[in-house]
């Protein structure tokens, strides 16, 4: 039974203070003048008309689509530069229509359902398994309704038609708020799109009255607030500057969760949906008019039209690998569309919803630049986990919050192993950043080689280890301790040559003082004669 709860008597109305005003490849497009491209990709069921999107706990990129018999939800395995390969279909359960996806802190992947006459929530497992569907007891109007990982440990939901905010736990217990009213008149407001906030609440736009143009907040006990915005919203996200951004027919509009300061940029098109950027300090979002757009967070905004004429665009999500994808529901019968930005050079693991890394190991190079993008409501960071305080620890030696939609970054110049994890969850079972030791032959010398184990010199502090194993030896021996130096050469004139054959070396970086340590490289090996 589900529990309403009548949040009206604890609105509040805040006035915001304008600051500013089988895998088939489509079609692929390379923006002229700009380092974007842009594919296009049938699903597997024909006129499926895909809609909710969001990268799920596996990684994957899932979405709703309509399947023969019913609703249900595909997949796509995210990859920059080929094809994505499409995964299982499975089917939802139900013949209403789906609404939206989201990865809950349970792992699992949630949904809303217009059901004939109520709103359901319905979950499943990455391989397949269903759970619910529960009955919401709001009416359902066509609607579709938004869902969301909240910072509670439950999902958030919204009921348009009923004017509720809706909080389901993963055993699936309902509560229901009031989402408040709107103007002089106080007609209650019909929620549209929701997303969990840095400030730890919830943020959602509103679809009616008409011409309401506010943004409601609610904390996870259901006190909400409204805040005047310039026009009326469509989408909203958690941008990387610690602002709730938002879409509107009027353009891209941020607003500050502090203060309630608003600033409005007046795009060339009108927005759809809208989502940050995989680990970079801006957001895109569609547009109704048959194309995409970036947008900085000071307000610089580049449009780029899809291949496909009239496809519509609908929702957008982030994904591994540095890409965007998108849903084209109209669009050739029903089309997922990626967009990558070539000017993110860098690796982007992401922290999930279910707190947990998205692509969790980095096998990177010498200088390479890892970054990691928070998209888990509540309290998270990303720490080095070696003992070494390398990044994530403040100089008082807390570790630092990193808030949902923003990112770290974090340059690894050393050979080694590093292993991260968030400081704030002890069940987070990290990743790790894999760089290797670089061998190379000395020119005109084929009993010499040159060892790099680092591209940059070490933290204060700290120094390098370095080890071979020597040909027909199964024992690694310390080659160089606690160096200081990037590289050096290996040859007949050193004390641990063991005569013409194989070599191994690997290193690490290790802290002087407290001996903590990140784990040896993989081993790279050369033939010496």
Not at 68 to 88: C, H, K, Q
Not at 182 to 200: E, H, K, N, Y
Not at 384 to 411: C, E, H, K, Q, Y
Not at 431 to 448: R, Y
């Amino acid at each position: 039974m589900a529990t309403k709860v009548r949040g009206a008597r604890s609105v509040r109305r805040v006035l915001g203070v304008i600051a500013g005003a089988a895998v088939v490849l489509l079609a692929a497009v390379a923006q002229a003048g700009a380092s974007v491209t842009i594919s296009e990709f049938g699903t597997p069921f024909d006129n499926s008309s895909p809609g909710g999107i969001a990268v799920g706990p596996d990684g994957n990129v899932w979405f709703t689509e309509v399947q023969g018999g019913g609703d249900g939800l595909g997949s796509l395995t995210p990859d920059r530069t080929s094809p994505p390969t499409f995964g299982n279909d499975y089917y939802a359960g139900t013949s209403s229509r789906l609404g939206n996806v989201a990865t809950g802190p349970d792992g699992n992947l949630w949904f809303t359902i217009m059901g004939n006459p109520d709103i359901e929530i319905g979950a499943m497992t990455p391989t397949g398994t269903l759970m619910g569907p529960w009955n919401t007891g709001d009416l359902s109007n066509g609607v579709p309704p938004d869902i969301v990982a909240g910072p509670d440990g439950n999902l958030w939901y919204t009921a348009n038609a009923d004017s509720w905010i809706g909080q389901i736990t993963t055993s699936g217990t309902i509560t229901q708020f009031a989402a408040g009213d709107c103007g002089p008149r106080g007609l209650p407001v019909q929620p549209g799109a929701i997303a969990a906030g840095p400030d730890g609440n919830l943020w959602y736009t509103v679809d009616a009255p008409a011409h309401c143009n506010e943004l409601g907040r609610i904390t996870t006990s259901g006190s909400v607030t409204m805040f005047t915005i310039p026009a009326q919203a469509t989408d909203i996200a958690a941008g990387p500057d610690g602002n709730m951004w938002f879409t509107s027919a009027s353009g891209v509009g941020e607003i500050n969760p502090t203060t309630g300061s608003v600033g409005m940029w007046n795009t060339n098109a009108p927005g759809t949906s809208i989502a940050p950027s995989p680990c970079a300090n801006d957001l895109w979002f569609t547009s109704g008019s048959g194309s995409v757009g970036k947008i900085t967070t000071s307000g610089t905004e580049s449009m780029y039209s899809l291949p496909t004429s009239g496809s519509d665009p609908d929702d957008i999500t982030a994904g591994l690998g540095g890409t965007v994808w998108l849903t084209e529901p109209n669009g050739g019968g029903g089309q997922i569309a990626r967009v990558v930005d070539s000017a993110p050079l860098i690796a982007c693991v992401i922290l999930l919803p279910n707190a947990r890394f998205a692509g969790p190991v980095v096998n990177g190079h010498q200088g390479i630049k890892v970054s990691w993008m928070v998209q888990a409501p509540g309290t998270h960071g990303v720490a080095d986990a070696s003992g070494m305080n390398l990044f994530g620890i403040s100089p008082a030696g807390g570790p630092v919050p990193v808030p949902i939609g923003s990112f770290v970054t974090f340059r690894f110049d050393w050979a080694g192993i590093f292993p991260y994890d968030d400081p704030f969850d002890a069940a987070n079972a990290g990743g790790q950043v894999k760089i290797p030791i670089k061998v190379a032959p000395v020119v005109g010398a084929a009993d010499e080689a040159t060892v790099t184990w680092a591209s940059g010199d070490a933290p204060s502090g700290c120094g390098f280890d370095v080890q071979l194993k020597a040909p027909g030896s199964h024992d690694w021996v310390t080659w160089q301790s606690g160096v200081t130096n990037l590289s050096a050469q290996f040859g007949p004139n050193d004390p641990l040559w063991a005569g013409p054959g194989t070599y191994r070396f690997r290193a690490r970086l290790r802290q002087l003082t407290s001996n903590a340590a990140a784990g040896y490289s993989a081993a790279k090996s050369i033939s010496l004669s």
